[in-house]
């Protein structure tokens, strides 16, 4: 199948169009018009190289959102007319035992991306800045009839990578959670945090976007005005959320956790980051991370969200305006995620 889209043919180019090839329909494929595409910051942190070497050439997007078009004759899950959704990943062994438990994005063989890496034949993956798409039916979900498409769009990675350790982590009533970073996917944990109920706390360095984020069910903002500052809260945190693309001193956050409390990476600077040990020992306090979610939760993340009506606040662009979304997005300048009109491929 012949597709247009945007390719970058490497780390300092800007994007530009491309033509390019899908597989051939395979018994378990759905094929599927893309409608929209979302503007994920790791596909910038990808194209930069930030993350270290990339597969070039790269065609990014991993938020997507189309109507399926053809399916496999094996296919159950979807039929021609219905929407669909693909994220981050498009195959996982299938037998670790992280597949098996439905955590496919910790896929001990490591989960196959949907770009920025190559399939099984050794040929690039392409990803979602692009018309078309051919996906296996376990690597997609089912998106509701009802929903408004291009704000459903960036929950197949910003939604699922902060609706999955909110839950994880237990955020639900009477528990206080706090947000760094109102972006593309802070926005997103903003508003699953206030439906799960939650008192949520967003800090940001933008004063601009206070209103939004109250807008959003944040209960407290604090504006941190550089990265590093420290944040002027009551504390007793149960869990933070870094959800900042850019480098931070944790320390201020450690400290605003209460005993037992959870640090949680999901934003990637692609540098390493250092913390003060006493402030874990002095509340037995966690630092960790996570990454999406695995295919089970990310259906059942969709369907939260169509139920609460949470979809994100996007900028829908036409494909030619992507390399200056790519510099409106690091200068935190997107209210609050770039949504690319797939028709203009
Ligand atoms: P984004 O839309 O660009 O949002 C990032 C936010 O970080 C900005 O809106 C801004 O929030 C804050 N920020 C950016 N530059 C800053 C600076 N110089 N100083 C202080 N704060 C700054 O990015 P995104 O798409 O939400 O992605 C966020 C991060 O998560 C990226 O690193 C991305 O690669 C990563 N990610 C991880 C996963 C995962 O599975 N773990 C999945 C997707 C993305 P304020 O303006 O509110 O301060
Ligand atoms: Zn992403
Ligand atoms: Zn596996």
Redesign the pocket.
């Known amino acids: 199948m012949s597709v247009r889209g945007y390719v970058a043919h490497e780390a300092s180019a800007p994007l530009v169009p491309f033509e390019f090839s899908r597989r051939a329909l395979g018994p378990r494929d759905v094929a599927f018009d893309i409608l929209f595409s979302g503007i ?3 596909d ?2 990808q194209v930069r190289e930030e993350w270290g070497p990339s597969t070039f050439p790269i065609v990014p997007g991993h938020e997507i959102i189309g109507v399926v078009t053809q399916v496999g004759p094996e296919v159950t899950k979807f039929k021609p007319g219905q929407r669909i959704g693909v994220g ?1 990943f498009i195959d996982s062994c299938r037998t670790c035992d992280y597949c098996i438990r439905g955590l496919q ?1 910790y896929c001990s063989a490591g989960m196959t991306p949907t770009y920025n890496g190559l399939d099984a034949q050794g040929e690039p993956l392409f990803g979602g800045y692009s018309n078309a798409f051919v996906i296996d039916q376990d690597y997609a979900v089912n998106v509701s009839e009802d929903c408004d498409l291009a704000g459903t769009a960036p929950l197949l ?2 939604g699922i ?1 902060l609706y999955s350790p909110l839950k994880h982590f237990g955020a639900g009533p009477g528990t206080r959670v706090g947000i ?7 926005h997103m944990g903003v508003q699953f945090a206030h439906a799960m109920g939650a008192h949520v706390t ?5 004063a601009s ?1 206070e209103a939004d984020a109250r807008a959003l069910g944040a209960d407290e903002v604090v504006v ?1 005005h ?2 590093n500052a420290v944040p002027q809260s009551g504390g007793n945190f149960d869990l933070i959320i870094n ?6 001193d944790i320390n201020p956050y450690l400290a605003a956790l209460t005993i037992d409390g959870v640090f949680c ?6 540098r390493p980051f250092s913390f003060d040990p006493t402030q874990l020992i002095g509340g037995r306090r966690h630092i960790t ?4 979610g695995g295919m089970v939760e990310l259906q059942e993340m969709m369907d939260f969200a169509a139920e609460h009506a949470i979809v994100s606040q996007v900028e829908v662009i036409e494909a030619s305006a992507i390399n200056d979304a790519y510099e409106r ?2 200068a ?1 300048d ?1 209210k ?2 770039f949504v690319i009109d797939a028709s203009t491929f």
């Open positions: 994920c910051h790791s910038i942190h981050v994005q990675c910003a990578t760094i970073g109102l972006g593309g996917l802070g967003v800090f940001t360095h933008s976007k941190t550089a990265a959800a900042s693309s850019a480098d931070l990476f999901v934003g990637i600077s692609g991370g996570s990454a999406i997005t690091v935190s997107v609050y995620r």
